[in-house]
């Protein structure tokens, strides 16, 4: 299985900055939000307002087409 990191970057104020991975059409703190709703168990927070998660491509490929058909 090829593991993916998907870094995530936050705002002093926790919203998320940026954010790797994201489909077109969904803004930064959507993707986070949604990736957080359905792989939670998947993330680690780093230091620095920093955090990624670590999924496989398939599962990544899977939730950006979720993501996409639910924001239209």
């Not at 993916?4 to 059409?25: D, K, L, M, Y």
Request: aromatic share 12%; hydrophobic share 45%; net charge negative.
């Amino acid at each position: 299985m090829d593991t993916v990191i998907i870094h995530a970057r936050f705002a002093p104020n926790g919203t998320i900055v940026e954010i790797s991975e994201r489909p077109t059409g969904l803004d930064p703190q959507a993707w986070f939000d949604f990736l957080s709703y359905r792989a939670a168990d998947s993330y680690q927070a780093l230091a620095g307002g920093r955090g990624v998660f670590r999924l496989s491509r398939a599962d990544i490929d899977a939730f950006k087409a979720d993501a996409t058909a639910k924001a239209a």
